[in-house]
């Protein structure tokens, strides 16, 4: 699946496949920098407003803004979303970003890293979905704090 190198999740790699960039002085400072086709590349940090982004090349770490990490596409064996923005569909939570207050209360729940759910429906601001048989019911901003990768 391509997508653009600034839709990686923390953590998640893909393959380098093209710098669709017009600027020729950008597109050799991002060869210069390690950023070529074929190369395994991993979204290691991200700024607290968003930009820049940080991502690890081998051992090497570079620092790109998102509007030119957008214009870089990569190879990525599945997509992350988070519950918000999924469709119904059986999702394996990759990662829960909050508070411990907030993993603490998802847990109780059964919701964890590694986890299989069957998100149900999405009626409003009401999430629901189903986790060993039991149903749950997530406000938007909770929904919004799990991330998860589609399963067949």
Known sequence: MLIPLHDLFIG????????????????NRLLA????????????HVSPFGDPLVFKIGEKKVVLRKSEASKILVDVPYKVFN?????TGKYEIIDLK????FIEEMKSMGLYKGV??????????????????????????????????KVD
């Open 116 to 149: 299989n759910i069957n998100l149900v429906n999405k009626l409003g601001n009401r999430i629901i979905v189903e986790v060993d048989g039991s149903k749950y019911e997530l406000g938007r901003g909770r929904a919004a704090k799990i991330f998860c990768k």
């Open 12 to 27: 998640q790699k893909g393959k380098i496949v093209s710098l669709n960039n017009e600027e020729e002085s950008t597109k």
């Open 83 to 87: 519950l918000l923005e999924s469709e």
């Open 33 to 44: 920098m390690g950023i070529t086709p074929g190369k395994s590349i991993e979204l290691a």
């Open 98 to 101: 909050g508070g411990s207050n």
